[in-house]
């Protein structure tokens, strides 16, 4: 497969295949009672409660595990959905629990979360794809709660949270929880034929994208009230918040670029089912966000490494790097390397991996440092630890996949032989 992981020659997709096998193994050790939990800098699991992101996030990679063949792993996706069909699952109102505790199964959050909800959709459909027992049903029940409860019909967005009952609903909308829900639909429209998920999927790109990012020089708003009404000064106090940092984010702009270019191949290929074809904006648009996040993040402080966050003007806010956003821009060179054929996206993707080999991944202690400072040393101002492996893996596995379908289902039907 022509792929800008080529860009690297020999080393290729070879490396690709070792580095998965890494984090794999590193990844093992994330299974404890009642579901996956949160890893430390040696792989080791740490003393908090369960998070729902997380076990569905290690769920997706175990079953991601399991279609690359790798011994153990099927067990390991069944304790999984097993977790998500016991220990975080509402049986009153319905939904997952944010976190619960690992000894007692009671919730410590009980919020309803859209992010996490389109991560237990993620999680079904990889293990659906997997064939992992329950997996099925698990996914049907997940896109019933996420069809009642936060898809909004009348905005073609998805709602941010509840409270345990479903009653009340947070005043504020994030488009991080929608990016998330954008990758959980193509996932989902992959394994279930239902188009109308792919559809959604669209229709929020199509806002977040071609209206937001557009409207704001390609820097993307994250922040909302309720009635969709932008908050660019939320979380000015809290700029290194973990999920909803104040200003932009480079990183999301990489990811976003991503999914709207797997969309685009999704739309294309549905076009004979009434879904597509995929509209015009995207390619450019995407190769607009990642030239925006390379002009604003990349190297601009001194070192190389992309920051966490920027202001509206693009001087950086938070400069620590973080391991997830490097791994979207390689996804991003890959994804953009294949829409358009233009050298210079292979040679970002080697400039990048070189980046990631140098200084991200940890060969003595396994897995990515999940975060760097500013001279690229570990930090853990943002994330203690290596939480989990989900977005590394992903970089992994981008160079030898097509960008649609997904993750899992491109497994099932076309594994990597992990030669150039």
């Not at 063949?69 to 975080?88: C, E």
């Not at 999680?123 to 997996?135: E, F, H, N, R």
Request: proline share 5%; with cysteine; charged share 20%.
């Amino acid at each position: 497969m022509d792929s800008a992981g080529n860009a690297l020659g020999a080393s290729g997709n070879a490396a690709f295949a070792a580095e998965t096998d890494r984090l794999l193994e590193f990844a093992r050790g994330s299974r404890t009672r009642g579901g996956f939990g949160w890893l430390d800098d040696d792989g080791g699991l740490v003393d908090r409660p369960l998070e729902l992101w997380i076990t569905c996030r290690m769920t997706h990679v175990m079953a991601l595990g399991q279609l690359l063949g790798r011994p153990g792993f099927d067990d390991l996706t069944d304790h999984g959905v097993t977790a998500l069909r016991t220990t975080f699952r509402d049986d009153v109102n319905g939904g997952w629990y944010a976190a619960v505790d690992s000894s007692t199964g009671e919730p410590t959050d009980p919020a309803k979360q859209a992010y996490g909800h389109a991560f237990v959709i993620l999680a079904a459909s990889s293990a659906t794809a997997a064939g992992c027992p329950g997996a099925t049903d698990l996914l049907a029940e997940a896109l019933a709660v996420h069809e009642q409860r936060f898809w909004d019909e009348s905005v073609g967005m998805a709602r941010e949270s509840f409270d345990r009952t479903f009653t009340e609903s947070e005043d504020y909308r994030g488009v991080n929880a929608n990016m998330h829900t954008v990758e959980a639909y193509l996932a989902a429209a992959d394994v279930t034929g239902d188009r109308r998920w792919l559809e959604r999927a669209a229709r929020i790109a199509t806002r977040v994208i071609d209206t937001f990012a557009r409207g704001n020089d390609w820097r993307i708003p994250e922040h909302f009230s309720a009635d969709w009404s932008v908050r660019l000064e939320f979380n000015a106090d809290q700029p290194a918040h973990p999920f909803r940092p104040y200003g932009a984010t480079p990183g999301h702009a990489l990811e976003w670029a991503r999914l709207a270019l797997s969309l685009r191949d999704a739309l294309d290929q549905a076009a004979g089912s009434g879904s597509g074809p995929a509209p015009g904006w995207i390619t450019p648009a995407a190769t607009a966000l990642v030239e925006r996040a390379i002009e604003d993040g990349w190297a601009v402080d001194g070192a190389d490494g992309f920051v966490y966050t920027t202001g509206w003007d693009g001087k950086p806010v938070v400069h620590e790097r973080m391991h997830w956003v490097l791994a979207e821009a390689l996804n991003a060179a890959v994804a953009l390397h294949r829409a358009t054929g233009e050298p210079r996206w292979s040679r970002w993707f080697g400039t990048w991996w070189e980046y990631a080999e140098h200084y991200l991944i940890d060969q003595e202690r396994g897995s990515w440092h999940h975060e760097l400072n500013s001279r690229n040393q570990p930090s853990a101002i943002t994330w203690a630890g290596k939480p989990d492996v989900y977005h590394a893996l992903q970089a992994m596995l981008l160079p030898q996949l097509p960008l649609s379908p997904t993750f899992a289902t491109a497994l099932r039907t076309n594994p990597p032989t992990g030669k150039v």
